[in-house]
């Protein structure tokens, strides 16, 4: 599976899905981190590969997929269809086309974080980096 050293995440995204380039340039833009990538458009990725990431990010294999990666209407139909599959049949869709795979996925250490675009990506680092500095004290309540 995808191991990363200290102050190390790796980004698994798509290259034809819009959201997945900006998330990449957000992810490579943060100082701090080194960052490896992972590109389903020309890196394949295997049925145990997706299963351990499934793992990772605590979800059900079927929440893996993106029921609206191809932008049909019908998502209810085809979250319908996805309840009647099997684990293995899933993970075996998915590595068929990797399209399907609900990206991007960040992978800090031994956990892993599904976004729904690339503004939840710099949205949740921004409140990460407040949480992680807030120690200080506001001037306004020192005074006080």
Known sequence: MIENQPREVTLIYHSE???DK?????VESLPTVAVKTLDLAREPITETQLAQLADKIEIPIEELI????????DTDRNKA???????TEILTMIKHNPKLLSTPILVIGD???KYGSAYHLIKDQMAEGVKS??????????KS
């Not at 269809?81 to 684990?87: A, C, D, I, V, W």
């Open 22 to 26: 900006k998330a990449r340039g957000y």
């Open 111 to 113: 956990r892993a974080y």
């Open 17 to 19: 899905k819009t959201d």
């Open 66 to 73: 993106d029921v609206s990666y191809d932008e049909r209407p």
């Open 133 to 142: 500095t807030s120690s200080a004290v506001n001037a306004e309540e020192k």
């Open 81 to 87: 269809g996805l309840k009647q599959m099997g684990k």
